[in-house]
């Protein structure tokens, strides 16, 4: 859906840079597949709308991120192993969460102490209630992976519930992600991480390859130019 978006905006954007032609004619040649983009989704409201400047210059942004994302993912996909171990691999991806979380404490967790988690990040709770976190579980693999993992993803949300003297929750785990660097999940740990879900009434989301860069290359990105 984010893709489609920003084909459209493009394809405005391109078109519209038409209209600054002083001449006494607009010059629309070679614009076909501009005008094809925009006339595919001229019923979406958002790609109707008037833009603003500043939605103009996240578009422009946007555009940035996607192609530095599909020029450097082949590049680094293939020399990252030779450079990164797998506690590198927690540093680099709580880095990358920080601009994406901006109101939340992300946190390197890893370790000997780690129950569970290499990485935390805690939300405020707006309510006064207990914090909001989400545990993610970093592995640097390829392949294929199975269901073992799960384990440590359930200790993570059943360590960090930590009820006080009333027995009441002090902190409340609300999503746990499991990172797998290029290996592939297994049908068996996608049932896994779905029995986990429903025993603890936690969303567990696996990310993994392409998904996985896109999610680090979009963040350093943000963090850097933003």
Request: proline share 5%.
């Amino acid at each position: 859906m984010l893709s489609e978006w920003v084909g459209g905006y493009a394809g405005m954007r391109s078109l519209r840079s038409t209209l600054r032609n002083a001449g006494r004619t607009w010059c629309v040649r070679g614009r076909d597949a501009e005008f094809e983009r925009v006339l595919a989704q001229a019923d979406d409201p958002e790609v109707a709308k008037e833009s603003t400047n500043n939605e103009r210059v996240q578009g422009v942004m946007g555009d940035a991120i996607q192609a530095a994302i599909k020029a450097m993912r082949s590049d680094f996909d293939q020399h990252s192993a030779d450079v990164l171990n797998n506690a590198e691999w927690e540093g680099i991806i709580a880095n990358a969460l920080k601009p994406l979380f901006p109101t939340s404490e992300v946190e390197k967790t890893g370790g000997p102490n780690e129950n569970g988690a290499d990485i935390q990040i805690t939300t405020p709770n707006p309510f006064n209630g207990p914090d909001w976190i989400t545990v993610i579980q970093v592995k640097d693999w390829q392949g294929k992976a199975g269901p073992k993992v799960i384990q440590q993803l359930e200790k993570a949300i059943k360590t960090r519930r930590n009820p006080d003297d009333n027995c009441r929750n002090t902190a409340h785990v609300i999503s746990a992600v499991l990172t797998l660097g290029m290996a592939e999940p297994t049908p068996e740990l996608e049932a896994a991480a779905l029995d986990l879900e429903r025993r603890e009434g936690v969303p567990v989301t696996i990310i993994y390859g392409d998904q996985l860069l896109e999610l680090i290359f979009s963040g350093t990105l943000q963090q850097t130019f933003l």
